[in-house]
């Protein structure tokens, strides 16, 4: 049975912070729900009600449009090995750009990928654990490289036009506020 906890404690972040692969899923109000596997060194736990993802540049930017549109995320953690634990972060989000005044404070926090799109800071509104003893094992082989060798191929230029083709709308037509000249045709 699945247990609710105030906040993200030391020991709760250890496990977070242990996990090589993390899940999340957002939703708007019509629409598809988007759930999305995130791997790499991509996530800060900033607080025991905080926490910033790094988001590199995808297929489709689905977060990104659900957070603009609705706000709720979900971020989930279960163990693939060692002893059982699924883990839910349940909270509101919101994009921070490069060009957004906070980008150097929570840029820092990661490392400098290839592709990075933006940061989703997520405050979180409850915690829950509960037992994992569904979830398979697994034997952790290693991060992929190809999603930042692929932008860095691309180049900064190359994946802005990409940004243009592929992630300013979601799959359900919603903007994603990722191009400064999508607010201007929005607003």
């Not at 840029?107 to 569904?134: E, K, M, N």
């Not at 398979?136 to 691309?154: H, I, N, S």
Request: negative net charge; contains cysteine; proline residues 6%.
């Amino acid at each position: 049975m699945g247990q609710f906890h105030p906040e993200i404690t030391d020991e709760l972040r250890g496990f977070i912070e242990a996990q090589q692969i993390y899940f999340i899923a957002s939703a708007p109000t019509q629409g598809r729900i988007n759930v999305s596997p995130r791997g790499l060194d991509s996530l800060r736990v900033l607080d025991g009600r905080r926490v910033a993802l790094l988001d590199l540049t995808g297929s489709s930017n689905e977060t990104a449009a659900h957070l603009l549109e609705d706000g709720r995320i979900t971020v989930m953690f279960c163990a693939f090995s060692g002893a059982p634990r699924i883990l839910r972060l349940y909270g509101r989000g919101r994009s921070v750009l490069p060009r957004d005044e906070d980008w150097s404070e929570h840029s820092a926090l990661f490392p400098a990928l290839p592709g990075i799109r933006q940061i989703f800071l997520v405050d979180v509104d409850s915690v829950q654990t509960s037992c994992g003893f569904g979830v398979p094992l697994f034997d952790y082989v290693g991060q992929r490289d190809t999603l930042p060798r692929w932008a860095e191929k691309k180049g900064a230029e190359g994946v802005e036009d990409y940004w243009r083709a592929k992630n300013r709308r979601s799959i359900d037509g919603l903007p994603t506020g990722l191009l400064p000249e999508e607010e201007k045709a929005e607003g």
